[in-house]
């Protein structure tokens, strides 16, 4: 069985809406229950087999260089600074490190994927790149009515049709180039050319974009494992 070695982390972004935490931190290092995101992440795929680390850095990289430096000396760990750019860019600038195939993941998320599946998957469709999904829950109850506004079915906070991106993903590094304006560029121009797949995950995720989500992130962590 052919093994997934090498994951390439996010990390270069300001985290605006986690200020004033980030006025002095960048996101990756925001701690939930004493642990940095990074923490988590990088001890959530070593366990897995992973020791190969590419780290894509931009706001205050030189904070993230000192944390990797004294909590991970023992992995193979590149970190590549391309300051302020699209992440499109990001991860061309972390090419010369890059193997053929590597895991990708966002630096403000957490889920409890199991990449083995993630990776057979992605090797069994053939695509240049598997991105994680959920469905989406409705934040909402919904109503159906009739014509005449009887209430025909009420839904309390059901499950859409709608799977999001949860930041996980299996790349196929000869799909990175410098050929695309901007990372929304490169995925809407990968579903058209039929090289995207969905591995639909219905375990434990989240994200902290925002105060309130660290907040839930605090009473939930305990959930990834």
Not at 36 to 45: F, S, W
Not at 72 to 86: A, F, K, P, T
Not at 145 to 152: A, C, H, I, P, Y
Not at 159 to 178: A, E, H, P
Request: glycine share 6%; with cysteine.
């Amino acid at each position: 069985m052919e093994k997934l070695e090498q994951a390439l982390i996010l990390c270069g972004g300001k985290g605006e809406r986690l200020k004033p935490i980030t006025d002095s931190i960048p996101k990756p290092l925001v701690k939930i229950n004493g642990i940095p995101l990074l923490g988590y992440q990088i001890n959530y795929l070593e366990k897995r087999g992973i020791r190969k680390f590419v780290i894509a850095t931009g706001y205050k990289s030189h904070l993230i260089n000192t944390y990797i430096k004294e909590n991970y000396s023992h992995l193979e760990v590149n970190i590549v600074d391309s300051g302020d750019v699209d992440i499109m860019k990001r991860i061309y600038d972390c090419m010369m490190a890059l193997s053929e195939e590597f895991f990708l993941c966002y630096g403000d998320t957490l889920a409890d994927i199991n990449i083995y599946d993630l990776y057979n998957f992605h090797k069994n469709h053939n695509g240049k790149v598997t991105v994680s999904t959920h469905q989406l829950t409705s934040q909402f109850g919904i109503v159906k009515m009739d014509e005449n506004n009887l209430v025909v079915e009420f839904l309390e906070k059901p499950k859409l049709d709608v799977w999001i991106n949860i930041g996980y993903f299996i790349f196929d590094k000869s799909i990175v180039t410098n050929g695309y304006k901007n990372y929304a560029d490169f995925i809407s121009k990968l579903a058209f050319s039929r090289d995207l797949f969905s591995y639909k995950h219905n375990g434990f995720h989240l994200t902290v974009n925002t105060i309130n989500e660290l907040k839930d992130a605090e009473l939930n962590i305990k959930n990834f494992k």
